[in-house]
């Protein structure tokens, strides 16, 4: 462990979007998608159904990143070289996402061995790492490097120190929490063994929101001014009935300066159904309006105009607004990406124009 907490500094250096996805620039009002534990029941098992689900669903979104809070394969027990299998059926998932996808390794990625560690960070970059985005430093930790007990530090300890400077304020995503949802039986196995001290660090060095996982399930508790939420349902088996947070979500987070709202979002929210040469039906069936920057429309022609309306009970049609946000040619095609807020429980059929 010794040699470990020495070399550890290696695993932050190459931090970096699991995809390859540049950051892009943003400005104080942005939307980001955190989300986590989407591993499967067992070892072998392709991404779930569920993650392919919600990862479309991120990628109409079209948040500015997304943040994970790890657990991506099963790992765990297995061999190398299923691990090595698992992390090659995850890359082409993740590259879909058209924005940066940032992951906090989980215990199933590492398992207290090196091998797997070191595969990881060969795969995806380093294991914990920071990011700036409008006015607000993000940290990625892992609570995972071998060791008695999930924890934080070493010289990552030392980091997290010198990163939380004040200057700016922060948002964290690990695996083990810091707090346990009162409803765990299992609360002493389910967090870092050193919340307290990290409690105090986040404290001290203006942590906004912390985004856990681990708990398949989500949770929402407020410590000493910080959100702490579980958001661990992106497809691992639940941990709870859903009245106590156990269904398949993600977390939509919309940043205003230094403020921000944080929404879980079930599952099959989202979709975009073609209907004919230019025309699609975006359906959201959220209990919120939910604005989205990557409907993409498949047209023959070139498109100049868009028309967006959505359909009342009574069948009276109210125009909404939407962008053409670009046009790609694809072969003989053109791909248009387009932005427009979708009405909650309601379909919005766009149509291009030429």
Not at 96 to 124: Q, S, V
Not at 143 to 158: C, H, K, N, V, Y
Not at 239 to 251: I, Q, T
Request: hydrophobic share 40%.
């Amino acid at each position: 462990m010794f040699s470990l907490i020495a070399c550890a500094a290696l695993y932050q250096s190459s931090f970096r979007s699991l995809n390859s996805q540049v950051l892009p620039h943003v400005g104080d009002d942005f939307w980001f998608i955190a989300m986590g534990d989407n591993r499967p029941a067992g070892a072998g098992i392709p991404p779930t159904r569920t993650f392919r689900q919600l990862i479309e669903e991120a990628g109409i979104i079209g948040p500015a990143f997304v943040i994970s809070s790890g657990d991506l394969v099963y790992g765990n027990e297995e061999t190398l070289d299923q691990y090595k299998q698992e992390i090659a059926w995850m890359k082409p998932i993740l590259q879909t996402l058209p924005c940066p996808f940032y992951n906090a390794p989980g215990n199933h990625e590492i398992n207290n061995r090196k091998e797997f560690l070191d595969t990881y960070t060969k795969a995806f970059g380093g294991a914990y790492g920071a990011f700036e985005a409008g006015k607000f430093r993000f940290i990625g930790l892992c609570t995972e490097f071998p060791s008695d007990a999930p924890s934080i530090f070493g010289s990552q300890l030392d980091w997290l120190k010198r990163t939380l400077d004040g200057s700016k304020p922060a948002v964290i995503f690990q695996h083990h929490p810091i707090y346990a949802r009162k409803t765990n039986e299992e609360k002493a196995s389910s967090t870092v063994s050193n919340a307290r001290e990290l409690h105090e660090i986040y404290k001290s060095g203006g942590v906004k929101l912390v985004v856990e996982g681990h708990d398949h399930i989500y949770d929402a508790q407020n410590h000493d001014g910080i959100d702490y939420r579980i958001a661990g349902g992106a497809g691992a088996p639940l941990d709870g009935e859903p009245a106590d947070g156990g269904y398949y979500h993600l977390m939509l987070v919309h940043v205003k300066g230094t403020n921000f709202d944080a929404t879980p979002i079930p599952a099959g929210t989202l979709e975009v159904v073609p209907i004919k040469d230019g025309v699609v039906a975006a359906a959201n069936y959220a209990y919120m309006d939910l604005p989205v920057t990557n409907v993409l429309i498949t047209s023959t022609f070139k498109p100049r105009t868009i028309t967006a309306d959505i359909s009342s009970k009574k069948g009276k049609k109210k125009k909404v607004e939407g962008k053409i946000v670009s046009v790609t040619k694809v072969g003989k095609q053109f791909v248009t990406r387009i932005a427009i807020t979708l009405t909650r429980a309601r379909a919005t059929y766009i149509r291009l124009g030429s």
